[in-house]
């Protein structure tokens, strides 16, 4: 099982997930009605509404991002560092306890 | 006139899937054109064949268009007129398959992003607010329909794109024609009408650029080339059409709701913070566009053998009310939890609708500064509002009284 933790954007509320690896951390959020995860377009990276912040360390343990993905990343409504796309992210023991912080808004 | 078209259905159909259902005007359907739809979805199979409009799949039920629109290896998005007819209207980056629909979209991003809308607001709340006050002062009975559903979204797009705006209702009227036809003829016409005013527009930018969507097309490069005219044309062509006519006809159903739910509307003066829920669901309820596929190689999906060059016809506008993905699908409820409140009007995958978040602010908006202005309206006691039907569903009237604040 891999632990992944969802905090909102204040950090008031979180919700840790217990999931068995294989699809995406997106489609782990949508099992599990995580409500900041909205993944309009179910996950063919068009639409940017599954991104997440995680720590700089995270950040650079994680896979590279594509072009696509850090040109979405820097149009969603208040960009920021450290984001990622969680369609973009696979569940795997590499990511387990990964913190990934929700956005005010997707959209 | 439309020619009449041969009803039709090829061998590798089997009996028990055929069901007959015309999208262009099917008897089952009212001027409440979602409701009546619950029918297709109940009755039908999940994925059946009609003869109707040449022969081809339809496919309305949650699930199953999400995965037919995700799938583009089976599901190209290549082809898009059913019936079939020659060399078809090719829009881009919607008729290119991944991956080359991806630096298309990339180089619209800019325009159309969450971040782009934020920004675009103030402007989208003059042009809803000037065209509601416009409208209010013809007073009661005024038509919502034709004073600002076919006005607001049209004008924001024209100003973003950087077209003129005197010649609003040319292009609205076209837009018009274009979606109420299924005659080859008819579509090729317009089609080229409206590619030759686009064409015209673009002249007019790379002679004298501005800071707009028209010239920022002139400039887009994939892989470090500049994009030929005929791509810059296709693209103009989708915008345009996904620009004039879909807001628009979402506003209209979603007005006619709200003028019948008197309580709901005290509820959005009093909390103006909940019309961002009443958009939701309106969108979730009152989708107006279809997608239409052609099968890119012989399958076997669902349990179903499509053939290739099939054409297979998605219910968006009716994805939302699938009882089988949302509890209580066809009752209005600005409270529903996320996860009952799935759908896919602006569809899914590689081609979802670039002008979503734009959509959405459009609505809100409008109920916005909708609510600043009256306090009250209903539906002209003994209308019977008109409708079209085809790859996009529209209320053709909706007069209003209405009480000003």
Not at chain 2, 139 to 161: C, K, Q, R, T, W
Request: hydrophobic share 40%; proline share 6%.
């Amino acid at each position: 099982m891999v632990k992944i933790i969802f905090e909102s954007h204040d950090g008031a509320d979180r919700t840790e997930l217990e999931v068995d690896a294989g699809g995406s951390v997106m489609e782990a959020a949508l099992a599990n009605n995580i409500d900041g995860i909205l993944a309009d377009c179910g996950g063919s990276m068009v639409c940017g509404t599954c991104h997440a912040f995680v720590s700089p360390e995270w950040f650079t343990k994680l896979p590279p991002q594509s072009e696509m993905e850090s040109c979405l990343l820097d149009f969603v409504p208040d960009p920021q560092d450290y984001g990622r796309l969680c369609c973009q992210l696979e569940v795997t023991e590499a990511i387990d306890g990964i913190v990934l912080r929700l956005p005010t808004q997707q959209r | 006139m439309s020619s009449p078209i041969a009803n039709h259905i090829p061998a590798h159909v089997p009996e028990n899937l055929v069901f007959n259902y015309d999208y262009h005007g099917d008897p089952r359907v009212t001027n409440e054109v979602h409701a009546s739809l619950k029918t297709i979805q109940d009755d039908a199979p999940p994925v059946f064949y009609t003869p109707k409009n040449g022969g081809h799949w339809v496919v309305s039920r949650f699930d199953e268009i999400k995965k037919v629109v995700e799938d583009y290896e089976v599901f190209s998005a290549k082809e898009m007129t059913i019936p079939r007819i020659e060399n078809p209207p090719f829009f881009i980056p919607l008729n290119l398959d991944p991956p080359n629909n991806m630096p298309f979209r990339q180089a619209l991003m800019p325009a159309f992003s969450p971040k782009a809308i934020k920004e675009l607001e103030g402007k989208i709340r003059h042009w809803a607010g000037s065209i509601i006050d416009e409208a209010l002062a013809k007073g009661n009975g005024v038509d919502f329909v034709h004073e600002i559903a076919s006005v607001y979204p049209v004008s924001i797009f024209m100003e973003l794109m950087g077209m003129p705006m005197d010649r609003l209702w040319e292009f609205r009227t076209l837009s018009e024609a274009f979606f109420s036809t299924n005659d080859q003829e008819k579509i090729h016409q317009l089609g080229g009408q409206i590619v030759m005013n686009m064409t015209e527009i673009l002249e007019e930018k790379r002679a004298k650029p501005c800071d707009d969507l028209m010239s920022h097309i002139l400039n887009i490069k994939v892989k470090g080339e500049p994009i030929s005219l005929g791509e810059m044309q296709n693209m103009c062509f989708l915008l345009f059409l996904g620009g004039m006519d879909t807001v628009a006809n979402v506003t209209g159903y979603a007005f006619r709701q709200l003028a019948n739910m008197p309580e709901l509307q005290q509820r959005l003066i009093d909390n103006p913070s909940d019309i961002s829920k009443f958009t939701d669901e309106a969108i979730r309820m009152f989708g107006v566009i279809s997608n239409p596929r052609i099968v890119a190689k012989d399958s076997t999906v669902f349990g179903v053998d499509f053939k290739k060059d099939d054409m297979v016809l998605c219910l968006l506008p009716i994805s939302g009310r699938d009882e089988r993905k949302n509890k209580n699908a066809h009752v209005f409820d600005i409270d529903r939890a996320k996860e009952e409140g799935s759908t896919l009007t602006f569809s899914s995958g590689p081609h979802m609708c670039i002008g979503s978040f734009l959509a959405r602010a459009e609505i809100r908006i409008l109920v916005e500064e909708w609510f600043k202005r009256v306090s009250k309206y209903e539906i002209v006691p003994g209308t019977e509002l008109g409708f079209r039907m085809g790859f996009s569903v529209a209320l053709t009237q909706l007069p209003l009284n209405f009480q000003k604040i």
